[in-house]
C-alpha cells in the first residue's frame, strides 16, 4: 500500500511503469495510434531539405537514394496503329480515292491520318519533312549504315567503332549496343525472307546475323573496305562490292565466292541485285565507267552507262524492276529505264552539292527520298520536274544513309555528324515552325506575317537577329513602303499591322536621310550590309 495525501493507504496502480524508466509522452488519441508489428531496425533518417516530395512516373512518391533525379518527361511516339485502324474502317464503305473525306489543314483532322498505302494516288501524303528525334551514341562516331527490322520494330545502325546501336522503332529511346565488327560497319542487308542479315565492314570481313543478332558466321570478302552487299531474289546468292575495284558474287550457304566481276577503274561504292532478275548493277568512283550491269552467272557486262561525269554513289533498282535511280557527286540523281538504256529516263536537279544516298519509297512506287554532302535530305516523284519536298539543312555533314519504315511513314538519315534523325510525316495543321522547314516556306507567306529573324527566343550575348529591311524593324516601318517592293529584295511586305506581337527584334533607328537617298549612290555607306530574306547576306 502508498500512504496517500490525507494519510489513509491508497492501492498501487501497476499500470504506470517502475520508477526509473523514461517513457515517451502520451498523444492526444492513444487509440488511432498503430503500432508496427515488426518495427524497424534502424531509425529513419532525418529529411533533407523541403518542398512537397517528388512524384514519379507511377504516381508515387520518390525516395532519395543519393543518385541525381531524372526529369520525369513524355517520350515522343508515332503511332500508326490509329491510321491503320481509319484504313480498314474506311475500306469497309469507300469504293475508291472518290469516296475519300477531305483532310483539311486543321488539328481536328488528326483521326482521319491513314498509312501511305491507302492514298496511293497521293505520293505527297508521304513526304516526311517533320522532325521527330535525334538518336546518338555516347560514343559520338560517324554512321555509315542503316537497316528497319523487317517488321519494322526496331532500327539497327552501324557506326564507324563498328557497333550495332539498336533503337525502338515506336519512342524512338536507345534499346541496346553490341560490338559486331572490329572496323567501321559499312554496308547492311536483310535477306527477302526476313531471317538472315548480312553485313560487311571497312576491313572487308561480311558477317551473318540471325534476328536476334546472334553472329553465325564470318569470313573475309576482300581486302579492301566493303561498301554494300545485295541479297539475289531467292536468298541463294548475294553479290558485294568493295573499294579494290571488284564485285564478287558469293553463294549464301556455302560461304563460297562463285564469280569476279572486274571492269571497274577505280573503287566500286554501290551495287543492287535486280529485285526479279538476274542483273546486278554497280557504281563506281571510275568517271570513264561509272555505271555497269552484269550477268551474275557468266560474270560478263551485259551494258555499260556512260551518263554521271563524276563518282557514283549510290544507285538502287525500283520494285517495279524497270527502273534505276543513280545518285553522284556531279549534284545529280538521273533515272533510268532497263527497257531503254540509251537515254536517261530522267535527271532530278536540286541538290547544290554532291548527292550521297538515294533510297526507293517502300509503298509510293514512283517517289524516292536522296541524301546529299551539304546535309540536305530531298524528296522527289517521277515526272516531276522539282523536287516535292526538301529539308536542306538536315544534317550538319554528309548525308551516309538512308532508310525507309516498311510502312512508309518515317524516314531516318545517318550523317557523319554522328547522328541517326527520325523524320515523320506533317500532321494536318502543322505550323512547320521548326528550324528544318523554316527555309521551305515561301517570302511573305510564313504563319502570323512574322519574319524568320522573330523566332530567335533569346538574344545570344547581346546578338539580335537581323530584320528583313536594313533600318527597319516592323514596329517602326514607314508608311507607303510596307506594301511595295524593295529594289534589290524579293520581298513584299505584309500590311496587317505588326503591334500585336509579343517579340520583336532589337533594330537600329532609320536614319533621317534613309528615304531620300534610297536610290543614289551615296548613300550605300550609310545603308550598310544588304540582307536577303532570312538573313542571310546577299
Known sequence: MVVGA?????????????PGVITAPPTTHPTHQQLPKFPPQFPPAPSVGS????????????????????????????????????????????RDYRDRRAVQPDICFYPDIVPPQDTLDNEVNAVTSRFVKTATNKMRCPIFCLSWTPEGRRLITGASSGEFTLWNGLTFNFETILQAHDSPVRAMQWSHNDVWMV????????????????????????????????FSPTDSKFASCSDDGTVRIWDFQR??????????????????????????????????????????????????IHAHKSTVMDCAWNSNGNWLITASRD???????????????????GH?????????????????????????????????DKEIGAIEQAHESIVWCLAWHPVGHILTTGSNDHTVKFWSR???????????????????????????GDLVEGTHHGVTSTVTIPGMAPEDRVEGL???????????????????????????????????????????????VKRAFGGAEG
Open 6 to 18: 490525507g494519510g489513509g493507504m491508497v492501492p498501487p496502480n501497476y499500470s504506470n511503469p517502475p
Open 352 to 384: 547544290k552539292k554532291e548527292a550521297s544516298a538515294v533510297k526507293w519509297h517502300p509503298v509510293h512506287e514512283g517517289m524516292f527520298a536522296s541524301g546529299g554532302s551539304d546535309g540536305s535530305v530531298m524528296f522527289w516523284s517521277v515526272g516531276a
Open 51 to 94: 518542398g512537397p516530395p517528388v512524384i514519379g512516373p507511377d504516381g508515387q512518391p520518390v525516395e532519395f537514394d543519393g543518385k541525381r533525379l531524372r526529369k520525369t518527361m513524355m517520350r515522343k511516339t508515332v503511332d500508326y496503329n490509329s491510321s491503320f485502324i481509319n484504313m480498314l474502317h474506311n475500306r469497309v464503305w469507300a
Open 482 to 528: 510596307a506594301s511595295s517592293s524593295i529594289p534589290g529584295l524579293d520581298f513584299h511586305g505584309p500590311e496587317d499591322p505588326m503591334s500585336d506581337r509579343k517579340k520583336q527584334p532589337f533594330s537600329k533607328p532609320i536614319p533621317k536621310s534613309f528615304q531620300a537617298n534610297w536610290n543614289t549612290e551615296a548613300a550605300e555607306q550609310e545603308r550598310g
Open 255 to 304: 560461304c563460297y565466292e562463285e564469280k569476279v566481276l572486274r571492269g571497274h577503274g577505280a573503287d566500286v561504292k554501290c551495287v543492287d541485285w535486280h529485285p526479279h532478275k538476274g542483273i546486278v548493277v554497280s557504281g563506281s568512283k571510275d568517271s570513264q565507267q561509272p555505271i555497269k550491269l552484269w550477268d551474275p552467272k557468266t560474270g560478263q557486262v551485259l551494258h555499260t
Open 426 to 452: 506533317n500532321r494536318p495543321g502543322d505550323s512547320m515552325r521548326d528550324k528544318y522547314n523554316l527555309n521551305t516556306l515561301p517570302p511573305g507567306q510564313e504563319e502570323d506575317y512574322g519574319n524568320i
Open 331 to 349: 549534284h545529280l540523281l538521273k533515272l533510268f529505264d532497263i527497257r531503254n538504256l540509251k537515254e536517261e529516263m530522267q535527271t532530278f536537279r
Open 199 to 230: 553485313t560487311g565492314d571497312h576491313g572487308g570481313y561480311i558477317k551473318y546475323w540471325q534476328s536476334n543478332m546472334n553472329n553465325v558466321k564470318m569470313f573475309q570478302a576482300h581486302k579492301e573496305p566493303i561498301r554494300r552487299v545485295s
